[in-house]
């Protein structure tokens, strides 16, 4: 590992600042370490799906002919997407 020698400058409002601290102090980290590894986590998600992957031939095969076959139903699927969802709630209703 290289010896780290960039910086980044972050402008943040007192609520934020107050929650990033928070979130360290619970997680038993600095400020930095801890917004460094949230900042590069989600980096890593973002790019994940962009990142190439090899398969042996075998492993093609069988993800190619997956690809192939044509979408199935899955049941309660379609009526899992067309209900409500908790985002749908009103604000002052709680689940119990």
Known sequence: MSAKAERLHLRVDAEQKALLEAASQAAGASVSTFVLKAATDAAADVLADRRAFLLDEAA????????DRPAQDVAGLRELVA??????????????
């Not at 209900?83 to 119990?96: I, K, Y």
Request: no cysteine; hydrophobic share 40%; net charge negative.
């Open 60 to 67: 093609w095969r069988v993800f190619d002919e997956a690809l």
């Open 83 to 96: 209900g409500p969802t908790v985002l749908d709630r009103s604000a002052g209703e709680v689940q119990r």
